[in-house]
């Protein structure tokens, strides 16, 4: 099950599957497709799963095993890598809140989001070489942007599990939390990226031309938001 929730501004996407340790299946993709339809309009997104065990343990073994010709590999591929991309390109930032262990599929689905946040017991790995695979959902390209070429072959190549500090090191996850204190914080964090200056910010930082950032800090300079905020600050000062 997929859940779609909003604190304020901030959209929450929940992975909840815990009888398959939140793996994604091809009716998980379909209703992950929906979910980020429904949260266009959020000034921030958050994405998770259920429980503190797992973020999302890959793909659905059980559902995937089906999927036998080079087609249907193909398919599969092209329909998961479609999402992610939809997840970088949410026009507002985009949270991944490490509950619990990425591996695999969840690895690269972290690796669409714009910022990262783990639990200090979270492990993360591209442990598809396992199954003699690879990654294919696009999170050994966004691997590479994060980490550099050498350390995302030999993570990818030899499967090997990252704890949260070490992720954290290499550029993998932005920020580690304390598992007692980590629900309130990545929801704090999360919530105080839902505003208009951070849309604008992610645009800028994901590529835009010089015309379109000045044009982005002009919309904002005129905002009454900018303006209510500039008084408070010179009352302050006064």
Do not use: Y
């Not at 901030?10 to 992950?32: F, K, Q, S, V």
């Not at 329909?79 to 969840?106: E, K, T, Y």
Request: aromatic content about 6%; overall charge negative; charged content about 25%.
């Amino acid at each position: 099950m997929v859940t779609l929730d909003f604190e304020g501004e901030l959209a929450i996407i929940t992975i909840d599957r815990p009888e398959a340790r939140n793996a994604i299946a091809p009716d998980t993709m379909d209703e992950l497709d929906k979910a980020i339809d429904a949260a266009h309009g959020a000034r921030a997104l958050a994405i998770t799963g259920g429980g503190d065990r797992v973020f999302v343990s890959g793909g659905d073994l059980k559902e995937l095993a089906k999927l036998r010709s080079l087609d249907d590999a193909r398919q599969m591929a092209w329909r998961m890598r479609g999402i992610c991309d939809r997840i970088v390109a949410f026009p507002a930032p985009v949270v991944a809140a490490l509950n619990g262990h990425a591996l695999g599929g969840g690895a690269e689905f972290a690796t669409a989001a714009d910022i990262r946040i783990a639990a200090d017991d979270v492990r993360i790995g591209f442990n598809q070489s396992a199954l003699a695979i690879m990654p294919a959902w696009g999170g050994l390209e966004r691997l590479v942007s994060l980490v550099g070429p050498s350390r995302a072959t030999l993570l990818a190549g030899t499967g090997r599990m990252l704890s949260s500090g070490e992720a954290l090191e290499v550029g993998l996850v932005d920020q580690v939390l304390p598992r007692a204190d980590f629900d309130t914080g990545w929801r704090r964090i999360a919530g105080s990226l839902a505003t208009a200056p951070a849309s604008g910010i992610k645009k800028v930082v994901r590529g835009a031309t010089a015309e379109e950032a000045v044009e982005e800090f002009a919309q904002l300079w005129v905002s009454d938001e900018h303006w209510t905020a500039a008084d408070r600050v010179l009352k302050r000062n006064k």
